[in-house]
């Protein structure tokens, strides 16, 4: 969900409007208008109001007043202890998240799978992250078909054919664990399969790179290059981005090739998620002030983990066994 928080910009952005433009989605792609797809275009539909949270559960800093905190500006660089709590946040998200897909199917809403995430996130001593965050109404972000980040769970069911992004984010024990996948609903079309793969790919294949000492941008050049040779497009306007006692940190992780300054650190969490679609990466925001789309309907795929860095490499944080 972080990635609508722009950090630090690229160095070719000059000016505060550009940074904002890139954080709400006013992007710096292109757009086609040859139909990409089949789907039907998605359409808001009624949004119920937040599930509560019991008194006990420990909140983040924002959960009450419903602010955007700042994006602090060190990496957030852990202890053993601060391992430990990392690990179970990451691994408690990936078993919501887990969770959450087996509910997927034709039929059921958005909102329906919201109210389950919340449900076990509670059940698990854990607030939802998304929860409140600069007043996002829902405890988790589903993502339909051209959507590109920050869908609102709401009561349109879901159809044959969609794909589905579901991102979800625990804050367990003062740390938060952040990690999404796509999901498939019933039959869906081979274009779709395959973006969806290869975004998966991308993913895995950055992780690979990652290691104490290793530039920032080996990750988007990565993922650049997978998405590349599938002639693909790599969202610019959303990032990945350091996540432990704070939702959101240095570094900031753009999934394109770039010149980000700064190297990978020994015990450093962050995220990486791309955002991968068919056709030009220009996004609108809707009036929600949330949804992102693509501007040209093409779908969009994402895939998301956090890892820690090691001394050998990377741990992926969002694993059931992690």
Not at 237 to 262: C, L, R
Not at 267 to 272: N, R
Request: net charge positive.
């Amino acid at each position: 969900m972080a990635r609508a928080v722009v950090a630090q910009a690229p160095a070719r952005l000059t000016s505060s409007r550009q940074i904002w433009n890139m954080a709400k989605g006013f992007g710096l792609g292109f757009a086609t208008t040859k139909p990409l797809h089949n789907r039907p275009p998605l359409k808001q539909g009624k949004v119920s109001p937040k599930s509560p949270v019991p008194a006990h559960i420990r909140r983040p800093p924002y959960a009450d007043k419903g602010n955007f905190p700042p994006w602090a500006d060190r990496s957030q660089v852990h202890n053993e202890e601060g391992k430990r709590k990392m690990r179970a946040s990451g691994r408690l998200a990936a078993r919501v998240l887990e969770y959450a897909g087996s509910l997927v199917r034709p039929g059921i809403t958005t909102d329906e799978i919201d109210k389950a995430v919340h449900a076990m996130i509670i059940e698990n001593g854990a607030y939802p992250s998304p929860l409140n965050y600069g007043k996002f109404p829902k405890s988790v972000c589903t993502s339909v078909n051209e959507c590109v980040c920050h869908g609102i769970p709401d009561d349109r069911p879901l159809e044959e054919g969609d794909i589905l992004n579901i991102d979800v984010t625990v804050y367990l024990d003062g740390h938060h664990g952040d990690t999404s996948r796509m999901f498939y609903v019933g039959e869906v079309d081979p274009a779709a399969k395959q973006l969806c793969e290869v975004t998966q790919e991308a993913l895995l294949e950055a992780i690979k790179k990652c290691a104490p000492g290793v530039p920032y941008s080996a990750i988007g050049k990565t993922i650049q290059s997978i998405a590349d040779k599938h002639k693909y497009g790599v969202i610019r306007d959303y990032v990945g981005h350091g996540v432990g006692a704070a939702f959101h940190s240095h570094p900031t992780i753009f999934h394109y090739k770039n010149t980000q300054p700064g190297v990978m650190q020994l015990g450093e969490t962050f995220t990486i998620e791309p955002m991968i679609v068919q056709g030009g990466i220009k996004c609108d925001t809707w009036r929600d002030n949330w949804t992102v789309v693509t501007k040209d309907r093409g779908l969009c795929a994402q895939f998301e983990h956090t890892i820690l860095i090691t001394e050998t490499g990377a741990d992926i944080l969002t694993r059931v066994d992690a």
